[in-house]
């Protein structure tokens, strides 16, 4: 995943706008995004953390669809921000991005501060992100994402009220509309920074493409199209599950194998940025464990197995519509650079699939988080409500 400490400090994502025709990338203006990865932030486990993540996104109590609450990347492991601009003249807040979640707020650290474009609405606004929380106010303010990325009269929240959340100064949300509903008062559902790009002309299409390298190399985020510099195939789509919770996300139907073997049958899961590991259902979790001989290491809560193991390691392959993502056996390992930032060994080897701690049958029974999104590219295409993959030059890289 992350083969070199450089990802400790910084990870340079550039993020483009793109108003040309759908999906085709042309020259942009950039923003520049960090990377931070906190293996060991409030000395709760990777594994622990993600499984977290996804029981919540799982769970009709906090799912959007039932409680107006959604979860997001607050509490996870390895997040990524931005300085976005707020207001005339701008503030500069630190925000982290979010595909699992879609309201944008500040005020988490820095206090908001009001100018000439901003507008109270009068109301309120209320986020619960499973162990964390926000409520205030919602504003309609300008928000500045670059030069060629500015948008007025965006929907923000104004944070009076927050729990557990100390990474930034807030959340710039770019999942699906849907997990704004119930969010703030008298309205069923309010735009987000995608919808309101789109909706003003700045991009041709409401997608996002995402592209992310492992170690410290350069990654990017696309408004509007993808990059096609950054991927070496073409970029196959597949439409959105209709399988409930999934359906709520950027949802996908997969079936996964271990070389020639099923481990997971076709249903429904989620692809995820705030999601460190891959997370699969318990039942195809133990046929992994025990195809690969692994053990769980308690340190870690990961999976470990030894070198003459991973020498015999399988490619896993992830079906996804009518063609197959093949994760290396380099590609299933946790970089070695960084054993002992999770508390392992510096000579043990781990894995990077986990168990997402229910059986099969869920309606998300899989995550497929950072450690896959590394190796393919992705497209999230809210216009034509699909999802698109394609493999880039790290697909088969052997940093790990």
Do not use: C
Not at 29 to 39: D, G, I, K, Q, V
Not at 49 to 74: G, N
Request: charged content about 15%.
């Amino acid at each position: 995943m992350f083969p070199s400490k450089t990802l400790l400090s910084t990870l340079l994502i550039a993020l483009s706008a793109v108003d040309a025709s759908p999906l085709r990338r042309e020259a942009a203006p950039t923003l520049a995004f960090t990377a931070r990865m906190n293996a060991r932030a409030n000395n709760v486990k990777i594994v622990d953390a993600d499984r977290a993540r996804a029981q919540a996104m799982q769970d009709p109590s906090i799912s959007k669809r039932a409680s107006s609450s959604s979860f997001s990347i607050a509490s996870v492991v390895t997040s990524y921000a931005a300085q976005v601009g707020i207001g005339s003249p701008a503030t500069q807040y630190t925000l982290l991005i979010d595909t699992g979640s879609s309201n944008t707020w500040v005020g988490a650290k820095t206090a908001y501060k009001r100018t000439n474009t901003s507008v109270a609405t009068g109301d309120s606004v209320s986020v619960s992100y499973g162990t964390g929380s926000f409520s205030g106010e919602e504003y309609l303010d300008t928000v500045t994402l670059s030069s060629a990325l500015v948008i007025t009269k965006q929907s923000i929240g104004v944070a009076s009220s927050v729990r557990d959340f100390d990474q930034a100064d807030g959340i710039l949300g770019v999942g699906p509309t849907f997990l704004t509903q119930g969010t703030v008062s008298n309205v069923d559902s309010v735009p987000t920074v995608t919808d309101n790009l789109y909706s003003k002309g700045t991009i041709g299409t409401e997608a996002l493409g995402v592209y992310f390298a492992p170690g410290g190399s350069a990654g990017e985020l696309t408004f509007g199209g993808f990059d096609s510099s950054k991927t070496t195939s073409s970029v196959k789509y597949v439409p959105l599950t209709t399988t409930s919770p999934s359906n709520g996300y950027w949802g996908i139907d997969q079936s996964i194998t271990y070389g020639s073997s099923t481990i997971l049958s076709a249903t429904a899961g989620i692809v995820d940025t705030g999601t460190t590991l891959i997370l699969i259902a318990t039942d195809a979790f133990n046929k992994y464990k025990s195809a690969t001989g692994a053990m769980l290491d308690n340190n870690t809560g990961l999976l470990m197995i030894t070198s003459a193991q991973y020498s015999k390691l399988k490619t896993l392959n992830f079906k996804i519509g009518g063609t197959s993502y093949g994760l290396t056996p380099n590609g299933q390992i946790w970089p070695r650079s960084l054993n002992t930032d999770i508390g392992g060994s510096s000579n043990n080897i781990y894995l990077v699939v986990s168990d997402i701690g229910s059986n099969s049958g869920t309606g998300l029974d899989f995550v497929n988080g950072y450690s896959f999104l590394q190796r393919f590219y992705s497209v999230y295409d809210t216009t034509n409500h699909r999802v698109g993959f394609a493999t880039t030059s790290s697909t088969s890289a052997v940093s790990n």
